[in-house]
């Protein structure tokens, strides 16, 4: 369920109707801070026992005094470099500013790896040390810094990126003294931790340490390739298969600030995802975010524009019906004085006494015979009666003419071979006029049929409404049955191993297997009598559809389906538009719609809907990664299966483990995600002894502790012996680290 879901009242289930408009959420723009002012108020207060304290994190680099209550500074890890010809300089801009220019962003390099906290860019590294310094007040007139250092570092930090840091601390800066620790060591110890499971899920990875008599046991800690960062990306690739063709482009700062505001953990995620699309409640659980877009503009026409092109379009409707109606009088001029030549040769043909003669000039002006010149005659002079009355505007049923036949009654040896031959004519004319009579006989007694049964239909629903309902239930259910019935024979035409697609090709098998006999092109002999019977052609139908009937096959479904719901819409009072399945069908109702768009309609045309995306189930799927990090294709063990290793086997005969068990504690700012505290709690609980009491605890700020934890470690004197002075450095090589509960381990 989503948070701002948990007190509501339960609805009603079923598809309701879309909600008012969706919450819009906006993304944000880069991160901008603006000029920041060098702070001297720090240096002023320090001396030369006062630390500086650098949270040297991957997704952001704190810096601040030993006695500061909070860092001052906060500088993302990256840095722009380039020159400008037209000015001749050099710009450098560090952190946030690389966002202040367009060309700075273009050149902007990360201090660590993409998804490591691993430094790769020591240049970059070496002016994110400068900036912070500078706007630490730091004076470096004397060219070194007269303050000791401390700073912090991943789990198993390479000797390799400490030497490195080593040598600029102590050859490019003359710091006097370095140290350096575990940040999340440094958050638990400044929590007041001192035996428990340390948890640590920050921006590129995941850390399980336990902790005993507040020393690490660096040799049963365990590493979880997953954070923050790998969360957004995961989120993006997310995105980009849910939406393939979105027109805008979604940045990393933006991806990992949906994160941090939209997921959360699941109690129950299995659950929770088969429900999450759900129809009732899906306006809570879906987030819209909304994409910076460009409206199309649509020109408005003044009114006296509109009234001059409606004219406009009159104007030229006026000259096409001209043009028409000058068409329609040419045409009326050629045919009535087509009918005039056919009159003037019916004329000439009366005063010719030979039929030799007759055919020699009905055969000169394109007629085989006077029946046929007769035929002109009538359809030119209807043509033209037709064309007057509709310019006139007086429009008459057209009279259809009862044909007559009379050579039919005429025997054939009182007629030539002409006459034979119209005869002929005549009688299969008749024929299909016998045949349409027929036909329209049959039409006018099943109309006759069918107004007879609508009438005993409403006489039997005015008696028994209740059952004439049901009877119509029925009905609209079979056809339904019957819908899915080829609908499930179709999938399972495309699945070779199905009982349908079997029984297809066995019928081919059994045509194939058949010996034809050998056919000659004349005389007997053939006894190939396939097809002399209409059951045999079903055959091509079983192999093309399978075993379904011919009635079946012809009956059109959808027809019936929609008539017998019309008549429930009108006479069925709990039959509504919703239960139809037209509506129940609908593809904006559907669980892939929900997905993409929510519970709300979708307007393709819409700038600012396709500049739209929406978050629901990957509101949970996200966070969940860091519990099952198999549904993200990484072949790790999650945090619960990890802690109870730890718990369950590699300190099962310690007897600090029940001490440890009573503090499992949660830092880094992955870990901030609501709900995740419970989810640990209850996960831990199933997989451990019922007994056992467990205790599962946040930092009190899960992101900052760990800078406070180091300023504090560094406020000690017991810890001045744990930082490497310049001589020792010298001495030793860079190689040496000194070891103390908050640090790693030498090796």
């Given at each position: 369920?989503a948070?701002?879901?948990?007190?509501?009242?339960?609805?009603?289930?079923?598809?309701?109707?879309?909600?008012?408009?969706?919450?819009?959420?906006?993304?944000?723009?880069?991160?901008?801070?603006?000029?920041?002012?060098i702070?001297?108020?720090?240096?002023?207060?320090?001396?030369?026992?006062?630390?500086?304290?650098i949270?040297?994190?991957?997704?952001?680099?704190?810096?601040?005094w030993?006695?500061?209550?909070k860092?001052?500074?906060?500088?993302?890890?990256?840095?722009?470099?380039?020159?400008?010809?037209?000015?001749?300089?050099?710009?450098?801009?560090?952190?946030?500013?690389?966002?202040?220019?367009?060309?700075?962003?273009?050149?902007?390099?990360?201090?660590?790896?993409?998804?490591?906290?691993?430094?790769?860019?020591?240049?970059?590294?070496?002016?994110?040390?400068?900036?912070?310094?500078?706007?630490?007040?730091?004076?470096?007139?004397?060219?070194r810094?007269d303050?000791?250092?401390v700073?912090?570092?991943?789990?198993a930090?390479?000797?390799?990126?400490?030497?490195?840091?080593?040598?600029?601390?102590?050859?490019?800066y003359?710091?006097?003294?370095?140290?350096?620790?575990?940040?999340?060591?440094?958050s638990?110890?400044?929590?007041?931790?001192?035996?428990?499971?340390?948890?640590?899920?920050?921006?590129?990875?995941?850390?399980?340490?336990?902790?005993?008599?507040s020393?690490?046991l660096?040799s049963?800690?365990?590493?979880?390739?997953?954070?923050?960062?790998?969360?957004?990306?995961?989120l993006?690739?997310?995105?980009r298969?849910?939406?393939?063709?979105?027109?805008?482009?979604?940045s990393?700062?933006q991806?990992?600030?949906?994160?941090?505001?939209?997921?959360?953990?699941?109690?129950?995620?299995?659950?929770?995802l088969?429900?999450?699309?759900?129809?009732?409640?899906?306006e809570?659980?879906?987030?819209?975010?909304?994409?910076?877009?460009?409206?199309?503009?649509?020109?408005?026409?003044?009114?006296?524009?509109l009234?001059?092109?409606?004219?406009?379009?009159?104007?030229?409707?006026?000259?096409?019906?001209?043009?028409?109606?000058?068409?329609?009088?040419?045409?009326?001029?050629?045919?009535?004085?087509?009918?005039?030549?056919?009159?003037?040769?019916?004329?000439?043909?009366?005063?010719?006494?030979t039929?030799?003669e007759?055919?020699?000039?009905?055969?000169?002006?394109?007629?085989?015979?006077?029946?046929?010149?007769?035929?002109?005659?009538?359809?030119?002079?209807?043509a033209?009666?037709?064309?007057?009355?509709?310019?006139l505007?007086?429009?008459?049923?057209?009279?259809?003419?009862?044909?007559?036949?009379?050579?039919?009654?005429?025997?054939?040896?009182?007629?030539?071979?002409?006459?034979?031959?119209?005869?002929?004519?005549?009688?299969?004319m008749k024929?299909?006029?016998?045949?349409?009579?027929?036909?329209?006989i049959?039409?006018e007694?099943?109309?006759?049929?069918?107004?007879?049964?609508?009438?005993?239909?409403?006489?039997?629903?005015?008696?028994d409404?209740?059952?004439?309902?049901?009877?119509?239930?029925i009905?609209?259910?079979?056809?339904?049955?019957k819908?899915?019935?080829?609908?499930?024979?179709?999938?399972?035409l495309?699945?070779?191993?199905?009982?349908?697609?079997?029984?297809?090709?066995?019928s081919?098998?059994?045509?194939?297997?058949?010996?034809?006999?050998?056919?000659?092109?004349?005389?007997?002999?053939?006894?190939?009598?396939f097809?002399?019977?209409?059951?045999?052609?079903?055959?091509?139908?079983?192999?093309?559809?399978?075993?379904?009937?011919?009635?079946?096959?012809?009956?059109?479904?959808?027809?019936?389906?929609?008539?017998?719901?019309?008549?429930?819409?009108?006479?069925?009072?709990?039959?509504?538009?919703?239960?139809?399945?037209?509506?129940?069908?609908?593809?904006?109702?559907s669980?892939?719609?929900?997905?993409?768009?929510?519970?709300?309609?979708?307007?393709?045309?819409?700038?600012?809907?396709?500049?739209?995306?929406?978050?629901?189930?990957?509101?949970?799927?996200?966070?969940?990664?860091?519990?099952?990090p198999?549904?993200?294709?990484?072949?790790?063990?999650?945090?619960?299966?990890i802690?109870?290793?730890?718990?369950?086997?590699?300190?099962?005969?310690?007897?600090h483990?029940?001490?440890?068990l009573?503090?499992?504690?949660?830092?880094?700012?992955?870990t901030?995600?609501?709900?995740f505290?419970?989810?640990?709690?209850?996960?831990?609980r199933?997989?451990?002894p019922?007994?056992?009491a467990?205790?599962?605890?946040?930092?009190g700020?899960?992101?900052l502790?760990?800078?406070?934890?180091?300023?504090?470690?560094?406020?000690?004197?017991?810890?001045?012996?744990?930082?490497?002075?310049?001589?020792?450095?010298?001495?030793?090589?860079?190689?040496?680290?000194?070891?103390?509960?908050q640090?790693?381990?030498?090796?």
């Open positions: 369920m948070p701002s879901a948990i007190d509501e009242a339960p609805q009603l289930a079923g598809r309701n109707p879309p909600k008012p408009p969706p919450k819009l959420w906006s993304v944000s723009d880069p991160p901008f801070e603006g000029f920041r002012p702070d001297k108020e720090g240096w002023s207060r320090s001396n030369s026992e006062t630390a500086i304290v949270d040297n994190g991957s997704s952001a680099v704190r810096a601040g030993s006695f500061d209550s860092p001052r500074l906060s500088v993302l890890p990256n840095m722009a470099r380039y020159r400008d010809r037209k000015l001749n300089r050099t710009f450098t801009f560090v952190g946030s500013d690389v966002y202040a220019d367009g060309t700075a962003r273009g050149q902007s390099k990360p201090v660590y790896e993409p998804g490591s906290n691993i430094v790769n860019n020591w240049d970059v590294m070496e002016g994110v040390l400068d900036y912070c310094f500078v706007k630490m007040g730091v004076d470096g007139r004397s060219g810094i303050r000791p250092i700073m912090t570092e991943p789990v930090n390479l000797g390799y990126s400490r030497k490195t840091m080593s040598e600029i601390l102590f050859e490019c003359g710091a006097p003294s370095v140290a350096y620790g575990i940040d999340s060591l440094f638990y110890s400044y929590n007041g931790g001192r035996n428990g499971l340390v948890m640590d899920s920050s921006y590129t990875s995941t850390h399980v340490i336990p902790v005993v008599d020393k690490p660096l049963q800690t365990t590493r979880l390739n997953w954070g923050r960062f790998q969360s957004a990306q995961y993006l690739k997310l995105l298969l849910k939406y393939p063709t979105f027109p805008g482009k979604i990393d700062n991806a990992e600030d949906l994160v941090r505001e939209h997921c959360y953990v699941s109690q129950d995620y299995e659950n929770d088969s429900s999450y699309l759900d129809w009732t409640g899906l809570d659980r879906d987030h819209t975010i909304q994409f910076p877009y460009t409206e199309q503009i649509v020109i408005q026409k003044t009114e006296e524009e009234a001059a092109a409606a004219e406009k379009r009159k104007e030229s409707g006026r000259r096409l019906q001209a043009q028409a109606a000058k068409m329609r009088l040419e045409k009326l001029k050629k045919k009535e004085e087509e009918l005039e030549w056919c009159i003037q040769l019916q004329a000439q043909l009366e005063e010719i006494t039929k030799k007759k055919a020699r000039v009905l055969e000169s002006n394109d007629f085989d015979d006077e029946n046929q010149l007769n035929k002109r005659v009538k359809e030119l002079e209807a033209i009666k037709k064309a007057r009355n509709k310019d505007g007086d429009v008459e049923e057209e009279q259809v003419e009862v044909p007559t036949f009379p050579l039919l009654e005429v025997p054939d040896d009182q007629l030539d071979e002409e006459g034979i031959k119209q005869k002929r004519q005549q009688r299969l024929s299909n006029y016998d045949a349409r009579q027929r036909a329209k049959e039409k007694k099943e109309k006759a049929r069918q107004a007879e049964e609508q009438r005993l239909d409403d006489q039997r629903r005015e008696t409404p209740q059952g004439w309902i049901e009877e119509r239930r009905a609209r259910q079979a056809i339904i049955q819908m899915k019935d080829r609908e499930r024979l179709k999938a399972e495309g699945n070779r191993k199905s009982l349908a697609n079997q029984m297809r090709m066995k081919i098998a059994n045509l194939a297997s058949d010996a034809p006999t050998k056919k000659r092109r004349r005389g007997g002999g053939d006894d190939d009598t097809g002399a019977d209409d059951a045999d052609w079903g055959v091509y139908r079983t192999i093309a559809t399978g075993e379904g009937s011919d009635d079946e096959e012809e009956e059109d479904l959808s027809k019936n389906l929609k008539e017998i719901e019309s008549q429930l819409l009108q006479h069925d009072p709990n039959f509504t538009e919703e239960s139809t399945r037209e509506a129940q069908t609908d593809w904006t109702k669980i892939l719609h929900s997905f993409l768009h929510g519970p709300y309609p979708y307007d393709a045309e819409s700038q600012k809907e396709t500049n739209q995306i929406h978050l629901n189930v990957e509101r949970i799927r996200v966070p969940e990664v860091v519990f099952q198999t549904i993200a294709g990484l072949d790790q063990a999650g945090i619960v299966e802690a109870s290793n730890i718990l369950t086997e590699r300190l099962a005969d310690s007897p483990r029940d001490n440890v009573k503090d499992i504690f949660l830092t880094g700012g992955n901030m995600f609501q709900g505290e419970e989810r640990l709690r209850s996960e831990l199933a997989v451990l019922a007994e056992q467990i205790n599962v605890r946040k930092a700020d899960c992101v502790d760990a800078w406070r934890g180091a300023a504090q470690w560094a406020g000690r004197k017991e810890s001045k012996q744990h930082f490497i002075t310049r001589q020792e450095f010298l001495e030793k090589g860079a190689e040496y680290i000194k070891e103390h509960d640090g790693n381990a030498a090796y």
